[in-house]
């Protein structure tokens, strides 16, 4: 009995001729293959992942510019005089000095509300209580800490054409007590 050399058992029948794929070539596939290959990877992996990191990066930015206006603001109402109930002096600042991000002219459109609130703590009963003065800008109104907070804020870059809903961010606030209030102890004016 002869001996089979196992290159032939192992190929069961294939040729090294007939190995040859429809391009002509051994080993290849089709001609083009690899750019196909390449445009599925890129729609179905990389451009989605690209796409979903810049939304995040946004949000993100968006976040933490939202905090920071609201303790810059928070700061701006704790050393500037009292005018009025609605912080109207704090409002009008934080809109004009606010930190870039992507969604700015929503605070001055109102599709994000800003609300000040002033404080005076009542020692007997340990409560913060509203604060409210007839006088104004003046030394005789000066409340003992302020809140400030954003809300109403809705992120929604990107998630239509997703058709997702808008992302709903929490209110921002931050609490401080009164510094100096715009008054100059010397003189004893204040001003916003």
């Known amino acids: 009995m002869s001996s089979i050399p196992l290159r032939h058992f192992y190929s ?3 040729t090294s001729k007939s190995r040859k ?4 070539f051994p ?39 939202l905090i920071t206006l609201t ?17 109207s002096n704090v409002v009008n600042w934080m809109q004009a000095n606010a930190p870039p991000f ?19 703590h009542d020692p007997s009963t340990s409560q913060s209580l509203p604060f409210s003065c007839t006088d104004g800008c003046s030394p005789q109104c000066v409340p003992d800490s302020v809140t ?4 109403g804020y809705q992120f929604n870059h990107f998630l239509p054409l997703l058709r997702l809903q808008p992302l709903q961010f929490p209110p ?18 204040s001003s916003p």
Do not use: N
């Not at 921002?172 to 004016?189: K, W």
């Open 12 to 14: 069961f029948g294939v």
């Open 71 to 87: 303790r810059q603001g928070a700061r701006y109402a704790s050393t500037h005089c009292w005018q009025d109930d609605m912080g």
């Open 148 to 151: 400030v907070s954003i809300s």
């Open 27 to 65: 080993g290849r596939g089709f001609p083009g293959q690899a750019s196909v290959e390449m445009v599925l990877v890129l729609v179905a992996g990389i451009i989605p992942l690209t796409l979903g990191m810049i939304a995040f990066a946004e949000i993100a930015w968006t976040y933490h510019a």
């Open 102 to 120: 992507p969604d700015k002219p929503q605070l001055a459109s109102g599709g994000m509300q800003i609300q000040v609130q002033y404080w005076i």
């Open 172 to 189: 921002f606030s931050t609490t401080v007590e009164i510094q100096s209030a715009g008054g100059d102890p010397e003189t004893g004016i």
């Open 21 to 24: 794929t429809a391009a002509g």
